[in-house]
């Protein structure tokens, strides 16, 4: 069984910074392409940022300069860094990732809370 495991949401004020981390765990052969996903209230689903397992990245232009996706293969873990917050990045976060048991499939992490005060 494989699973996908965030931390590290909560609530910061405008300006300040988040460290979200996703670690897989169960039996895994390989780790492709991972990401992290948010949705606000009322909004759809948006990758805001993405890393291949060479470490090729790609950001959405509202979170460019400010956040950075990074992965440890050896952890089978991605991390987002957030800095420079603002009110307009408060949403669920969601990590996602094609991982390789004997197939290759998509998983989803369960979300975590990040929420920026003005």
């Not at 405008?14 to 996703?22: E, K």
């Not at 957030?82 to 390789?100: F, G, H, Q, R, W």
Request: one cysteine or more.
């Amino acid at each position: 069984q494989v699973q996908l495991v965030e931390s590290g949401g909560g609530l910061v004020q405008a300006g300040g910074s988040l460290r979200l981390s996703c670690a897989a765990s169960g039996s895994i052969f390989s780790i492709g392409r991972m990401g992290w996903y948010r949705q606000a209230p009322g909004k759809q689903r948006e990758l805001v940022a993405a890393i291949t397992s060479g470490g090729s990245t790609n950001y959405i232009d509202s979170v460019k300069v400010r956040f950075t996706i990074s992965r440890d293969n050896a952890k089978n873990t991605v991390y987002l860094q957030m800095n420079s917050l603002k009110p307009e990045d408060t949403a669920v976060y969601y990590c996602n990732a094609d991982i390789t048991h004997y197939l290759t499939r998509n998983y989803w992490g369960q979300g975590t809370q990040v929420t920026v005060s003005s």
